[in-house]
């Protein structure tokens, strides 16, 4: 606070020192009475001084002061105020001075009330520390909105070339809405004061269409000068500006058709004369919130993804309904798996998956640029619906000497925008096209040409491409062929190894080295090798007629792979010392010649022709090595073919060969043969004619000189079963207690294998009451005969009873399994010497009982008479 | 020509007089167009419904029935006019509308651009509009009646058609389909008046 002191402008009045010194009482009472006196005169000058001295400033370069005018001093009194800054200088004014702002530290102000001889003259010690900074209020020098975004647009004038130092600022800015005026917004805003008149720009976002109330703004300020000691107070608040919208007479819904991120909260309203009588999001209800008027408002919090068309908000009104859509979604996602590559070296096409779905269609849809840093060239996407999981692309025209490209990927839509990179030297991204026009030229019956086109311009890189080579019946081949590429696109590649006469599939892919991607397979080309020569002559056999007179030739077919074309016919031609016999041009498919021939030695040569040439001869002789040692053997198969064995022989030279035929079969007997190789012993014989129960017979023959000889002889089966018929069976004799049975054969095609044996049962029984029983080795009264020697036709069952039925039973059996049975009934002669000794021992015993009777009778009385003898 | 409006003015006392066959097959094969149309205008607007999200075809909700540029819902009296006057209508109605149904196919393609059946179906409903227009004339010249004045232009009433939001558009789109299947069925039932066995 100011110090003060006061001097009397007048001299002071002296009291009479003599009536002091009177009596103390009257002293004291007197001297009390001066003191309120002197005290009631220096209030009395208090009065009259010019007092309480205030000084603030607005621009800290001018202060202005004022004070309490002394009571009693008139309206306009006068001042003379003087105060020393430096010089001394004085001032005359009639209520407050401005003055320049003065150095720091006390400075002292005299105050003199001019023309009123009644005040006295106050000084004051003056502090820039009593100062009070208070800036000018500031001007809004435009107010302005978007109404599109809901945003109010501040600006005002910081009026910094009023200060002298730079100074940090707080604005303070208030937002209120309706004519009610809730403060919606309270904020400060820091700037700084720079000596120079500043426009400051504020803008704010209101929750709340604008269209739906009146906004108003004011601004105040608060200046930190950090020089300034004084205290520093805000600015007063500046007269409001205030916002408001002219309704038309379309839309009546605010705001309108906005796009919102999903989980936001929006304020939609309805600006009406109507009494709005109900508001929908959708299908639900909202509660309304009045605005002025009968404008109406509703708060949507926490949006959902909207579908296609958008959210409808409708306000209804008695007979109308206003409404608006939102488009709530979400910002474009980071591209995903960007990846650019080139077909042609010419164009290069860049995919991307968009990723999360942003539930934004239409013009509100993600908008993609795809821009090149090196080159500064840019492509956009043409906006086109594809559903949401399928992939983006866009086509970037290469530039000439340019490998390496930078792609950014920016996508765009309404709320918000993201990108992907991407660096990539596209000469080591080539997925080429898939070759097309493939064509084929022969070179060789074994090779060809292929051609195709691959559109590109791959002339400074190197293709690898893939033949795939496939042929019926076949593992298909892989052939690799490296090339460099080519400007016009048109490639050649020659394929050997081939065979003649064939059916070939070719298909081409391609792909540049360093490798990336392989192009799609080209569709298939067919071709056929064109023919060359047999390579062998064909499977050659012979066999005598029945009558021996005629030798039989059999040839087969030559396989494809060695017929090397379409066989056209055959020449057949027999060979002795003597004479040489031919039949020429047998037409295929004709593959057997007779010809009449006598026992000597002939060399058989048979050879296929086809349209390039003929096979070499295939010889064979026409007669057979003996063999004395031969046995028959037997063997059975595993059901679809027959294994057949042979110890090696090394006076075999050329090959083995098996000959079979069905064992039922009248001579010449063949079904077929096959060749082994000379170095076998063993080889499983298979065919489509095997029928298991059939008995086969199995020649196997060696080769020396193109002799052959006759090894070993089987018959076998290939699989066996069980016989169809049982063994017919008569009884030989029968006597009291024993039965002689014999049996026939089964023939071969009813035995149906290999015959094992035979079980014969018999038990005690009539025909009327045992037809019935099965008879069973397991029953303890049946009785079985395990006959095992199979060249065993006759039994004799002994130890019977005689006079008795028998029922016997008798069936074959083989390793197939049990063959039906047979059976008869027979009964036992009678035995007579049993029916002797019947009768004689009854009599022999009925005449010794009569004996011993007699005997005991006669001692009896022997005895009795000897004891009346004793008595007597 | 009056001889011939007078008889479709009231085709009950026309039946003594033989129409010509052709004319007959005619008017029998509009008919049965118009029959086939109503049918498509049917499952147009219930198509065009189910793309534009709730409340639209929730019950209860009723739209105001906007006015649309050059052409409005057959009025109350149509029936009680003359057969040639109603056709003329019918006729001048179905011409209108195939740039109206442009207009809103336009506007769904960005709203629902996935809604591949709806799109088709605006397509085909302007270009069945058309020919049911045409038909309806040349039954009309073939009846010796006048056929409207000039059309207007179909860039003039697309362009008095657009709307400012995308609410009012859903809105106009749906007036526009209930309009075209009015109209359809409008012609359907006149038609129905001139073919044989139809009613009085």
Redesign the interface.
């Known amino acids: 606070m100011m110090d003060i002191s006061l001097c009397l402008k007048r001299p002071s009045r002296m009291g009479d020192s003599k009536r002091m010194r009177m009596t103390s009482n009257f002293q004291w009472l007197l001297l009390t009475v001066l003191l309120l006196y002197l005290m009631n005169q220096v209030n009395s000058q208090k009065r009259r001084t010019p007092r309480d001295l205030k000084c603030i400033t607005n621009n800290l370069q001018v202060w202005d002061c004022s004070w309490r005018a002394p009571s009693g001093a008139g309206h306009g009194a006068a001042y003379e105020v003087c105060f020393e800054n430096g010089s001394h200088s004085c001032y005359r004014l009639e209520k407050n001075v401005k003055i320049p702002a003065l150095l720091p530290g006390d400075h002292e102000i005299t105050i003199n009330p001019l023309h009123d001889f009644g005040s006295f003259i106050s000084k004051f010690t003056l502090n820039e520390k009593n100062v009070s900074f208070i800036p000018d209020v500031p001007e809004i020098l435009d107010l302005s909105a978007d109404f599109s975004t809901s945003t109010l647009h501040l600006k005002w004038n910081d009026k910094g070339s009023v200060f002298p130092h730079h100074s940090d600022v707080i604005w303070e800015i208030k937002v209120l809405r309706k004519k009610n005026m809730e403060i919606v917004k309270l904020v400060t805003h820091n700037t700084t004061l720079n000596g120079r008149d500043t426009i400051h720009h504020w803008s704010w976002t209101s929750d709340m269409p604008l269209e739906c109330a009146t906004h108003y703004v004011g601004i105040r300020c608060y200046i930190d000068d950090p020089q300034f000691s004084g205290r520093k107070e805000w600015s007063d608040w500046s007269p409001l500006k205030n916002i408001s919208w002219s309704p038309d007479s ?2 009546k ?1 605010f705001p ?2 906005r796009v919102l991120l999903v989980g936001s909260d929006i304020t939609v309203c309805c600006v009406t004369q109507e009494e709005v009588l109900s508001a ?1 999001i ?2 639900t209800y909202c509660p309304l919130i009045h605005l002025d008027g009968k404008n109406v408002a509703i708060k949507i919090r926490n949006i959902s993804a ?9 306000f209804s009104v008695e ?7 939102i488009f709530a979604g979400y910002p474009p996602d980071i591209p995903q798996k960007l990846n650019c590559e080139t077909y042609d070296l010419k164009e290069i096409i860049c995919t991307w998956n968009p990723g999360r779905p942003t539930f934004l ?3 509100r849809n993600t908008s993609y640029t795809l821009f090149e840093s090196f080159s500064g060239k840019y492509v956009r996407f043409k906006r086109v ?1 594809l ?1 949401t999981n399928e992939s983006y692309q866009l086509f970037f025209q290469m530039l000439p000497n340019q490998e390496i490209y930078n792609f950014t990927l920016n996508a765009r839509n309404p709320l918000g925008q993201s990108e992907s990179t991407l660096l990539v030297n596209i000469t080591e991204k080539v997925h080429p096209h898939i070759p097309t026009s493939i064509k084929v030229k022969d070179i060789s019956s074994t090779a060809v040409t292929l051609s195709w086109h691959l559109p590109g311009s791959f002339a400074k890189i190197k293709l690898l491409c893939q033949i795939e080579i496939n042929k019926t019946n076949s593992v298909h081949e892989l052939r690799n062929v490296t090339m460099k590429g080519i400007e016009n696109s048109s490639y050649l590649a020659a394929v050997d190894k081939l065979n003649p006469y064939t059916i070939y599939t070719f298909r081409i892919r391609c792909c540049t080295d360093p490798f990336w991607k392989w192009s799609k397979w080209s569709n298939e080309k067919q071709y056929l090798t064109t023919e060359a020569i047999p390579s062998k002559g064909p499977d050659t056999w012979r066999e005598w007629s029945s009558d021996g007179k005629n030798l039989i030739i059999y040839w087969k077919p030559l396989p494809i792979n060695e017929a090397n074309g379409k066989i056209l016919s055959y020449n057949v031609s027999c060979s002795s010392d003597e004479e040489t016999q031919s039949l020429s041009e047998i037409p295929d498919p004709q593959h057997k010649a007779e010809i009449q021939l006598d026992k000597s030695d002939y060399i058989i040569s048979v050879v296929a022709k086809n349209s390039v040439g003929s096979s070499p001869p295939s010889k064979i002789a026409s007669m057979e090595i003996p063999n004395d040692d031969l046995k028959i053997e037997q063997a059975v198969g595993m059901g679809n073919g027959i294994l057949l064995t042979w110890n090696y022989d090394p006076n075999v030279t050329c090959d083995y060969v098996i000959k079979w035929c069905n064992s039922s079969r009248s001579e010449p007997c063949l079904m077929d043969w096959k060749k082994v190789p000379s170095n076998s012993t063993e080889t499983v014989i298979e065919s489509d004619q095997f029928r298991p129960g059939v008995r086969y017979n199995f020649f196997v023959y060696g080769c020396r000189n193109q002799g052959y000889q006759l090894l070993r002889s089987i018959i076998g089966y290939v699989e066996e079963l069980a016989p169809v018929v049982a063994p017919n069976f008569t009884v030989e004799d029968t006597s009291a207690d024993s039965i002689l049975v014999k049996w026939e054969e089964i023939p071969v095609e009813e035995l149906r294998g290999f015959l094992r044996g035979y079980l014969f049962y018999f038990e005690k029984g009539e025909r009327d009451t045992s037809k019935m029983r099965v008879l069973e080795s397991g029953r303890s009264d049946i009785k079985v005969k395990n006959i095992t020697d199979i060249s065993q036709k006759t039994l004799r069952i002994a130890d019977l009873q005689g006079k008795t039925s028998y029922h016997l039973v008798l069936r074959a059996y083989t390793d197939g399994g049990m063959g039906p049975e047979k059976s008869m009934f027979v009964v036992t002669k009678e035995n007579s010497v049993a029916l002797i000794i019947a009768i004689l021992i009854p009599v022999a015993v009925a005449v010794i009982v009569g004996v011993v009777t007699s005997i005991l009778c006669y001692r009896k009385r022997e005895w009795e008479t000897a004891l009346l003898k004793h008595w007597k | 020509m009056s001889r011939r409006e007078g008889s479709l003015e009231d085709p009950q006392a026309d039946s003594s007089i033989s129409p010509l066959p052709h004319l007959e097959s005619k008017i029998q094969q509009t008919h049965s167009l118009a029959r086939l149309l109503t049918k498509y205008a049917e499952q147009l607007l219930q198509e065009y419904v189910q793309h534009q999200g709730d409340p639209f075809g929730l019950p209860g909700f009723s739209p105001p029935r906007l006015p649309v540029a050059d052409l409005s819902a057959p009025a109350p009296g149509h029936a009680g006019l003359p057969v040639p006057e109603r056709l003329r209508l019918d006729e001048a109605a179905l011409a209108a509308l195939p740039p109206l149904l442009d207009v809103v196919r336009r506007r769904q393609a960005e709203l629902n651009p996935r809604a591949l059946r709806l799109l088709r179906r605006l397509e085909d409903a302007a270009r069945q509009a058309r020919a049911l227009g045409a038909a309806v004339e040349a039954v009309l010249a073939a009846l010796g009646a006048e056929t409207r004045g000039p059309r207007p232009e179909p860039n003039a009433i697309a362009a008095a058609t657009v709307t400012a939001g995308v609410f009012p558009a859903k809105v106009l789109g749906l007036r526009v389909c209930g309009l075209y299947r009015e109209w359809v069925s409008r012609t359907e039932a006149d038609l129905g008046q001139l073919a044989p066995g139809g009613p009085a």
Do not use: A, I, L, R
Request: charged residues 15%.
């Open positions: 379309q839309t819904v309108q058709d929908q959708g299908s909207s579908e296609s068309s958008g959210t409808n908000v409708v007979d109308n309904m206003f409404g608006t859509v269609v239409g013009p619906e559903p």
